[in-house]
Nanobody
């Protein structure tokens, strides 16, 4: 079992930045691919970003590419999502999730463990 807790969300203005954190406990965290997903009211869950177990490979959804950066510190069991140049359309609940495999990292149904989510609201 892996327990994930997100933090760092909040209310910001368009153009501002936020840094989300996902802290893991339980099984050795370095074994896991970690993804960030978001869900806005009335919309499906959307892939945001993913990072391989080593941090050596990172992936981004088209809507956040060039603005968001994912990283991880396995010594602290933490994955970060640095979000810059935020837009109102980035408003959503952001979730981190973990799984062992990396393949099909955009598919939320393949992730085994999920955090409770953190709200990000971007005002115009």
């Amino acid at each position: 079992q892996v327990h994930l807790v997100e933090s760092g969300g909040g209310l910001v203005q368009a153009g501002d930045s936020l840094r989300l954190s996902c802290v893991a406990s339980g099984q050795p965290f370095f074994r896991y691919t970690v993804g960030w997903f978001r869900q806005a009211p009335g919309k499906e869950r959307e892939f945001v970003s993913a990072v391989s177990w080593s941090g050596g490979s990172t992936y981004y959804g088209d809507s956040v590419k060039g603005r968001f950066t994912i990283s991880r510190d396995n010594t602290k069991n933490t994955v970060f999502l640095q979000m810059n140049s935020l837009k109102p359309e980035d408003t959503a609940v952001y979730f981190c999730a973990a799984r062992v495999a990396l393949i099909n990292y955009t598919d939320s149904h393949l992730y085994d463990y999920w955090g409770q989510g953190t709200q990000v609201t971007v005002s115009s």
